[in-house]
């Protein structure tokens, strides 16, 4: 009688596997900061992984169609083991890349703790940069708390400067009707305030000068969470 077959390990990752032409020149420099803005890292030439998932299988696939509308080929697999690396090794490489940017932050975030007023303006865009890496660190880099701490106490410093200039106005900004392009892709969506939001563009309504707010209104509040498309 045969031994059972023993069942497969899950896929832990996914791998983009791409070549590009010479030309056009740029088009490496954008793929590369794609691969940046999603978080991909690099396996010894092989390619670039992720951690398997529906949001990583759509970043890819996006990026599978710009490099093939710019010449080149690419495809995306799933994969177990990859290189004889350990998936050990890989997640270092991950965690790595999170914690170059988190000691960038924790130096900023110092340097504005030496100042007697920080700009408010100045820790807002720390905490979304912050943010921005959170939603790229898949494996808890050990930088994130220390990085998140110093925000922490920048923010709770000017808390209460906040209280005293009084409300930011946003409220403002709820149930309004946002002027946008024809096309509403996530970067428009994302910024939809309230259950109610609505969105217009110039095709499906008459756009009437101070009918509505843009969508780039108050962008230094308002932003895509996911580290793409930012102002």
Same mark, same amino acid.
């Given at each position: 009688?045969?031994?059972?077959?023993?069942?497969?390990?899950?896929?832990?990752?996914?791998?983009?596997?791409?070549q590009l032409p010479s030309?056009?020149?740029?088009?490496?420099?954008?793929?590369?900061?794609?691969?940046?803005?999603?978080?991909?890292?690099?396996?010894?030439?092989?390619?670039?992984?992720?951690?398997?998932?529906?949001?990583?299988?759509?970043?890819?696939?996006?990026?599978?169609?710009?490099?093939?509308?710019?010449?080149?080929?690419? !495809?995306?697999?799933? &994969? +177990? *083991?990859?290189?004889?690396?350990?998936?050990?090794?890989?997640?270092?490489? %991950?965690? /790595?890349? =999170?914690?170059?940017?988190?000691?960038?932050?924790?130096?900023?975030?110092?340097a504005l703790l030496e100042?007697?007023?920080?700009? !408010?303006?100045?820790? &807002? +865009? *720390?905490?979304?940069?912050?943010?921005?890496?959170?939603?790229?660190?898949? %494996?808890? /880099?050990? =930088?994130r708390e220390p990085a998140?701490?110093?925000?922490?106490?920048?923010?709770?410093?000017?808390?209460?400067?906040?209280?005293?200039?009084?409300?930011?106005? +946003?409220?403002?900004?709820?149930?309004?009707?946002?002027?946008?392009?024809?096309?509403?892709?996530?970067? =428009?969506?994302?910024?939809?305030?309230?259950?109610?939001?609505?969105?217009?563009?110039?095709?499906?309504?008459?756009?009437?000068?101070?009918?509505?707010?843009?969508?780039?209104?108050?962008?230094?509040?308002?932003?895509?969470?996911?580290?793409?498309?930012?102002?």
């Open positions: 009688m045969k031994p059972a077959a023993r069942a497969m390990a899950p896929c832990r990752w996914l791998m983009l596997l791409y030309q056009p020149a740029y088009l490496r420099t954008k793929v590369w900061r794609r691969l940046q803005g999603i978080g991909a890292v690099p396996v010894r030439g092989s390619g670039y992984v992720l951690p398997t998932g529906d949001e990583a299988r759509e970043d890819f696939h996006w990026l599978v169609a710009e490099i093939v509308k710019g010449g080149g080929e690419a !495809a995306v697999c799933e &994969a +177990r *083991l990859i290189d004889g690396m350990a998936d050990a090794e890989i997640e270092a490489q %991950f965690n /790595a890349a =999170r914690d170059e940017a988190y000691a960038m932050l924790i130096d900023e975030a110092r100042q007697d007023a920080a700009p !408010a303006a100045a820790v &807002a +865009r *720390l905490r979304r940069r912050f943010d921005a890496q959170v939603a790229l660190d898949f %494996f808890a /880099a050990r =930088r998140e701490r110093l925000i922490r106490q920048l923010e709770e410093r000017l808390a209460p400067r906040a209280a005293a200039q009084g409300d930011d106005g +946003r409220g403002e900004l709820i149930g309004r009707v946002w002027v946008t392009r024809e096309r509403l892709f996530v970067d =428009r969506l994302a910024c939809a305030l309230g259950g109610h939001a609505l969105h217009r563009s110039g095709r499906t309504l008459q756009i009437r000068p101070r009918a509505g707010l843009s969508a780039g209104a108050r962008r230094t509040a308002l932003r895509h969470v996911r580290g793409r498309d930012r102002p």
